[in-house]
């Protein structure tokens, strides 16, 4: 699923609210999460997962087109861990 995916299921849903309001609104709960990651916050929606941030070091990769020794900076990578209620979602048996 992509954004405008999501904006029209929920304009679906909620045929009160106009397209501008249901796009800010999505706009702005996604945006609101990246800027908790970006301060290194932790952000939980209860029932659906966990978005955290995780440091990895640098080290020092191979190239695959042609083998050499190349050196990867340390990044810090967005992280989500999902829910309970997903993951029972996604195994139960049918």
Known sequence: MIKSEL???????HPHLYQQDVEHIVTT???????ALANGDRVELRGFGT????????RSGRN???GTAVFI?????PFFRAGKEIQERLNQKQ
């Open 7 to 13: 904006i029209h299921i929920v304009m679906l849903r």
């Open 73 to 77: 900076e340390e990044k810090w990578m």
């Open 64 to 66: 695959p087109s042609n």
């Open 51 to 58: 978005f955290s941030v995780r440091h990895r070091p640098s």
């Open 29 to 35: 709960i996604l945006g609101d999460i990246a800027n």
